[in-house]
């Protein structure tokens, strides 16, 4: 079983910044993909960005890119998500979550784990 702990979200003025981290835990036997999704009430969970293994590949959701950032630090198991210029539709519930098969799917139902979330919230 792998726990995914978030931590880092809170209340920002537009245009600016938070770092979201994810600490991963508990038994992973292989190289897996990691990424962030979002979700507001009433709506999906749609997808922000992912990260493989080795940190060399990354994929971003078009809403993000340019202003959004993720990284990883293995020897930590840790995943970061450094957010700029933020806006106030990015106001979300941010979760982490891990893929198995190292593959940056955008598709919620190929993820393995899901952390429990934390809030993001920016004011206009």
């Known amino acids: 079983q792998v726990q995914l702990v978030e931590s880092g979200g809170g209340l920002v003025q537009a245009g600016g910044s938070l770092r979201l981290s994810c600490a991963a835990s508990?038994?992973?036997?292989?190289?897996?993909?990691m990424g962030w999704f979002r979700q507001t009430p009433g709506k999906e969970r749609e997808f922000v960005a992912a990260?493989?293994?080795?940190?060399?590949?990354?994929r971003y959701a078009d809403s993000v890119k340019g202003r959004f950032t993720i990284s990883r630090t293995n020897a930590k198991n840790t995943v970061y998500l450094q957010m700029n210029s933020l806006k106030p539709e990015d106001t979300a519930l941010y979760y982490c979550t891990a893929e198995l098969s190292n593959y940056m799917t955008t598709r919620v139902d190929e993820y393995d784990y899901w952390g429990q979330g934390t809030q993001v919230t920016v004011s206009s």
């Open positions: 508990g038994r992973i036997s292989s190289n897996y993909a």
């Open positions: 990260i493989t293994w080795s940190g060399g590949s990354t």
